[in-house]
Nanobody, 128 residues
Framework: QVQLVESGGGLVQAGGSLRLSCAAS????????MGWFRQAPGKEREFVAA????????AYADSVKGRFTISRDNAKNTVYLQMNSLKPEDTAVYYC?????????????????????WGQGTQVTVSS
């Protein structure tokens, strides 16, 4: 069982920045691929960013490319999402997720299907 706990959400003005963190339990964090997803009110959950086990490969949704950066610190069992140049349309609950399968490609990690564990989410609100 893997537990994921997100933090770092909050209220920020448009153009501002936030850094989300997701702390994972367990001693095999380095073997998990990780992803960030978000869900805005009345909308379906959507992919934001993903990172491979080593951290070498990453993927981003087109809507956040160039503004958001995903990274991981395997020594701290934590994955991060640095969000810059925030827009009101980035307002959502942000979830991190872990994929424990060794076979998922970075392309597959852009969908929710491979992920086995999900956090409870953290609210990000961007005011105009």
């Amino acid at each position: 069982q893997v537990q994921l706990v997100e933090s770092g959400g909050g209220l920020v003005q448009a153009g501002g920045s936030l850094r989300l963190s997701c702390a994972a339990s367990g001693r095999t964090f380095r073997s998990y691929a990780m992803g960030w997803f978000r869900q805005a009110p009345g909308k379906e959950r959507e992919f934001v960013a993903a990172i491979s086990r080593s951290g070498i490969n990453t993927a981003y949704a087109d809507s956040v490319k160039g503004r958001f950066t995903i990274s991981r610190d395997n020594a701290k069992n934590t994955v991060y999402l640095q969000m810059n140049s925030l827009k009101p349309e980035d307002t959502a609950v942000y979830y991190c997720a872990a994929d424990v399968s060794p076979a998922s490609t970075i392309a597959q990690l852009t969908t929710s299907q491979p992920y086995d564990y999900w956090g409870q989410g953290t609210q990000v609100t961007v005011s105009s």
